[in-house]
């Protein structure tokens, strides 16, 4: 079977639930998706509505409040809201880009701050959260 470029595009446009709106929960359309560009707060509303029939913002605040659908700096150094079960995955998996666009700013190098100096805070900030 030859995959051709429509069929290709139009499979992912599908997958990404872009085709037409869907009966389908929130978490479930995070999940399809993978991930909600959240940058501004209203924008997860605006990417669920557009592909949820009937969408609900409620039922996102609900997975919001419930912990359920997380918001983190992940893909691209950016905001995002995903899935709690794939959080894990996606930070670890995004760690070292994550700490080494941090540790290698200009910001941060300028005023001395080194990848040791990060490490000796970890334990602190770590307990402060706990």
Do not use: C, K
Request: charged share 25%; hydrophobic share 45%; glycine share 6%.
């Amino acid at each position: 079977m030859v995959i051709t470029p429509r069929v290709l595009n139009r499979s992912t446009l599908a997958r990404q639930l872009l085709l037409a709106r869907e009966p389908i929960g929130v978490e479930d359309a995070v999940r399809r998706v993978v991930a909600l560009q959240a940058q501004r707060p209203g924008s997860p509303y605006v990417a669920l509505w557009n592909r949820i029939a009937d969408f609900a913002p409620e039922r996102f605040d609900e997975a919001l409040n419930g912990f359920r659908v997380v918001r983190s700096t992940l893909m691209r150094l950016t905001l995002h809201q995903v899935h709690a079960d794939d959080y894990r995955a996606f930070r670890e998996a995004m760690e070292p880009t994550l700490r080494g666009g941090r540790l290698h700013d200009p910001r941060f190098t300028a005023a001395g701050f080194t990848a040791a100096d990060a490490d000796a805070l970890l334990p602190g900030l770590l307990a402060h959260a706990a």
